[in-house]
C-alpha cells in the first residue's frame, strides 16, 4: 500500500486522508511526534532547539479510498514517509516495510506477514523490511520460493528501518555513536529505554506462549 505525504503553510496540523481507520491514525500521530522529536538528528533541523513545523501543515494519504484501512502495521511506512518528505529523499520503490512502532522507536511485531510478503513478492518488491519479533512466523510460513526472491531485513527500531532505507550515514544511531553529519543528544538514555520495551514485549510474548501450550494439554 503506497503512502503519500505532502506540507504546506499553515501551523502545525496533521490532516490524514483515504478511510483510515482510529488505530492507524494513532500510527500517524506517533511517527509524526518522533520525527518532531527528533529533527535534529534526522538532520531536518540545524540545532536541537529549532523549531519545527510550526509554520506548516502535513498531509498524509493512503490511495484507494474506498477502501477501508485499519491496523499499526503501516507505522515504520508512515515514518519513513515523513523523514522522505523533511529531508526531500526519495524512498526506492523496490522497498516495502512494515511494522508497528512506539513512541520510543521500537518496532513491534505485526500479523499477517505471510500474505504481505506473498503480496510484495507478486509487486515485483525486491526488499521487505519486518519486525525482528515476526523473523520465526515468517521463516515458518512464506514458501522458500518467495524468500529466495526477497531479500528480508528484520528491524528493532526505526533507526535501523531508516539506516536501510536511507543509508546507514544518514541518521544518528540509537546507541549515541555518529553515523551522519550532526549530533544528537541523549543516546544512551534513549538505548536503555528502548532496550527495557523490547525485553518487556518478548517476556509478554512468552507468557502467552505458555498461556498456549496449557490450554492444549
Known amino acids: 500500500m503506497p503512502i503519500e505525504a505532502m506540507s504546506m503553510p499553515g501551523k502545525g496540523a496533521l490532516q490524514l486522508t483515504g478511510k483510515l481507520g482510529e488505530v492507524i491514525r494513532e500510527s500517524a500521530q506517533i511517527s509524526l511526534s518522533f520525527v ?5 538528528e534526522l538532520g531536518i533541523t540545524a540545532s ?3 523549531q519545527f513545523l510550526t509554520d506548516k501543515d502535513v498531509h498524509v494519504h493512503m490511495p484507494e479510498g474506498s477502501v477501508g484501512k485499519e491496523g499499526p502495521s503501516a507505522g515504520t511506512a508512515i515514518l519513513t514517509a515523513f523523514v522522505s518528505l523533511f529531508r526531500g529523499v526519495r524512498v526506492d520503490p523496490d522497498i516495502a516495510m512494515t511494522g508497528e512502532i512506539s513512541l520510543v522507536g521500537t518496532v513491534l511485531p505485526v500479523g499477517g506477514l505471510k500474505e504481505k510478503i506473498l503480496a510484495a513478492h507478486r509487486a515485483g518488491i525486491k526488499t521487505v523490511l519486518a519486525p525482528a519479533a515476526n523473523r520465526a512466523d515468517i521463516e515458518e510460513n512464506v514458501p522458500e520460493s518467495v524468500k529466495e526472491g526477497i531479500r528480508l531485513v528484520y528491524v528493532e ?3 535501523e528501518v531508516l539506516g536501510e532505507v536511507f543509508g546507514e550515514g544518514f541518521v544518528r544511531r540509537v546507541d549515541g555513536e555518529e553515523a551522519g553529519k550532526k549530533e544528537g543528544q541523549g543516546g544512551k538514555k534513549e538505548t536503555e529505554t528502548v532496550e527495557r520495551e523490547v525485553r518487556r514485549e518478548e517476556e509478554v510474548r512468552e507468557v502467552r506462549k505458555e498461556g498456549e ?3 492444549s494439554s
Open 213 to 215: 501450550v496449557e490450554s
Open 36 to 40: 518532531r522529536a527528533h529533527a535534529f
Open 157 to 159: 527500531s526505526v533507526w
Open 48 to 50: 536541537p532547539n529549532e
